[in-house]
């Protein structure tokens, strides 16, 4: 008769606390619930811009609550640890060679950095352009 | 001079005595060049003789001797003691695997993984012995030769918490062999291994973790290969609609 009982270890609810990897993983997972309900507040602002100036300006009138200084200032910490974890991730999804050698990671982080800063000044200088006109 | 000792921590399961199982600890005499499993084999030449654990090459490219030392998925045989001076040493069978006895996992399912993605050259246009051989240029080879270098020693399974959690996906190194087949010019067997890649239990059970490549000794970066075999993923989604595939 066969001696065999495999035994199975049970994954905690807690696993990722047991590994510094698993726990900046679950960090940048976690950074989506506050890009999502910075989404939510943006999508409110929206709302309140189709409905009328007072509408408007009442939610204007909400941003200026602490509150909602501070959730946009961990909004934004969240957003950027994604991003960063993201553009160090990007060159994975991708294979990239010259003749027979493969490329190494560096390119292509920083053609994402490139973007990220192009990006940000473009759609900075739009607004701060249409807040002066 | 007295000779230094280190203390070891190993997990036993004995499966004819032990429900669960439990950690012993061991003093082995310590030396700068002293490996994991050189430790293990101490313990089992002079202190227990029942310990069982897998090893053969010792020269990190048989695979066999994963476990997990203070929780990280490591080789035993390219795992030294002289790293672990400030933090001790625990030694344990590698996770997400049913642990059979002592240090030693039933990876029979990861094996059977690397079985069904079809690794293995395969053609549609038959071609005779007397055509010659297949040529290849370095360029060619490059664009798989990385994926070639697994060992099949089943860290990245350890690292893999979506493989803990669920082990019906794939897992890094099957969809990494699948890949390296894939990106292989000799090749011509994408159709039929595109229904793997494309399930839930192919690519998409991924979560991009990363930690596959951070504990991979090989430098295989199965992560990388798993991202890339989305992208191949999606773009069949696109052309499935255009394009009836070659029947497999
Ligand atoms: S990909 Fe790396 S970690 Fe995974 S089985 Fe192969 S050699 Fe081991
Ligand atoms: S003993 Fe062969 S890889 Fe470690």
Redesign the interface.
Known sequence: MS???????P?TAS??L??R??TL?MLR?GTSVFVGLYSLILLWGLAALVKGEAAWNGWLGHLQNPVYIVFHVIALVACLYHAITWFS?A?????L?K????LTDKPVVIVHYVAFVVASVVIIGVVALGGAA | MSQAMMRVTVQRYRPEQDDAPFMQEFEVPYADDMSVIDALHYIKDNLDGTLSYRWSCRMAICGSCGYMVNGVPKLGCKTFLRDYLNTGLTVESLANFPIERDLVSDIGDFVEKLEEVKPYIIRQDAVSVQDGEHLQTPAQLTRYRQYSLCINCGLCYAACPQYGLNNEFMGPAALTLLHRYNQDSRDQGRDERIDIVNAEEGVWGCTFVGYCSEVCPKGVDPAAAIQQGKVESSKDFVMSKLRPRRSS
Do not use: C, I, S, T
């Not at chain 1, 001696?3 to 270890?9: G, T």
């Not at chain 1, 003749?99 to 493969?102: E, I, T, V, W």
């Open positions: 001696k065999r009982k495999p035994y199975v270890k994954m696993w990722f047991n590994n990897f698993h993983y997972e991730l060159p994975k999804a991708m294979h060679q003749g027979d050698q493969k």
